[in-house]
């Protein structure tokens, strides 16, 4: 997943960066909730792990700021040395998914961004995602549509799977180089416009079939299952 550390003391961040990493998670740390705020108008997160007590900009704020944003849909997690009954309520009223408590034990902050991404995201941990005409097995690597075994590589099988997981999000080129490709050397974002236009024509996603895949000018991609009325 790609993971947003939103915190202003550094040491702590740079903890959260190496346990998340070690778990194989892409993350991004920002000290405040401005600089957060200018970064996910063009980059995408799984979930955002957000202080609450910063100078100018809090993660009240930052919060607020998230959910007045109907584009912006991502799952945030209220890191605080603030665990009073009434706290907890206050943030989880306001729309927080769940929250640590200071100091951060390791264990438990893993379970819980684990659990948050279940519930978010209930095809994030599947081994095999069906969604008719479509069944993606992440355990033999194959994909099908209408029953039909369709032949794809490595990257475009990983690219299938990270985008049938993000349904309706839209995905930065960067996201999907980082999450896919891992930034390998010499690539760039024209190497996510082929491998989509090749997934488009091999899984023959189109809105015939209720499927969409859209790309946003300057922004990214988006997979949408389209809902026709009388279905």
Not at 126 to 151: A, M, N
């Amino acid at each position: 997943m790609h993971i947003a550390i939103v915190d202003d003391d550094p040491d702590i961040a740079a903890l959260m960066m190496l346990w998340l990493e070690e778990e194989g998670h892409d993350c991004t740390h920002y000290a405040g909730g401005q600089e957060f705020i200018q970064a996910i108008r063009s980059k995408n997160f799984d979930i955002v792990l957000l202080d609450w007590i910063m100078p100018e900009f809090d993660g009240e704020q930052t919060l607020n700021w998230i959910k007045s944003h109907d584009d912006i849909d991502v799952p945030v997690i209220f890191v605080t040395q603030k665990a009073t009954e009434d706290d907890v309520a206050k943030i989880l009223t306001l729309g927080a998914d769940d929250y640590i408590t200071k100091p951060i034990r390791h264990k438990e902050m893993i379970a819980r961004i684990n659990a948050v991404a279940r519930r978010t995201n209930p095809h994030i941990n599947d081994e095999v995602i069906e969604l008719s005409p479509y069944r993606i097995d992440s355990t033999s690597r194959e994909v099908s549509v209408d029953g039909e075994q369709i032949k794809l590589t490595e990257k475009e099988f990983k690219l299938v799977q990270f985008l049938f997981k993000n349904i309706g999000r839209l995905l930065s080129r960067d996201h999907i180089l980082s999450a896919v490709w891992g930034y390998d050397l010499g690539l760039n974002t024209r190497t996510v416009d082929t491998h989509m236009s090749r997934i488009r024509k091999k899984l023959d996603i189109a809105p015939e079939k209720g499927w969409r895949l859209s790309s946003i000018y300057h922004q990214g991609y988006r997979l949408e299952h389209l809902v026709h009325s009388g279905d």
